[in-house]
Nanobody, 117 residues
Framework: QVQLVESGGGLVQAGKSLRLSCAAS????????MDWYRQAPGKGRELVAQ???????NYADSVKGRFTISVDNAMNTVYLQMNSLKPEDTAVYYC???????????WGQGTQVTVSS
């Protein structure tokens, strides 16, 4: 069991940056991956960025070159650095820990990101 708490969301203008944080209640080093998802109004939840236990990263095509996922295992925290934000990045962003024993993974409560044009 692990609790995940996201923070860092807010309202920003297009072209600006935000950094999201996902603080875990315990060590995250043994999870298969740590993921950031987002869900825009009226749309399904989509995978934005992922970092595996081995340090490999994957990104949605829509955010490649703009977003960077990183992890601080000492702080049990995952970050999502979001640069050059666009209005279409507006969504609730969720952190997820992928575990082989929990098919759905562990999810945080989400943090709202709103990008104005």
């Amino acid at each position: 069991q692990v609790q995940l708490v996201e923070s860092g969301g807010g309202l920003v203008q297009a072209g600006k940056s935000l950094r999201l944080s996902c603080a875990a209640s315990r060590s995250i080093s043994n999870f298969n991956s740590m993921d950031w998802y987002r869900q825009a109004p009226g749309k399904g939840r989509e995978l934005v960025a992922q970092i595996t236990g081995g340090g490999s990263t994957n990104y949605a095509d829509s955010v490649k070159g703009r977003f960077t996922i990183s992890v601080d295992n000492a702080m049990n925290t995952v970050y999502l650095q979001m640069n050059s934000l666009k209005p279409e990045d507006t969504a609730v962003y969720y952190c997820r820990a992928s575990s082989p024993w929990v098919p759905t993974g562990y999810w945080g409560q989400g943090t709202q990101v709103t990008v104005s044009s």
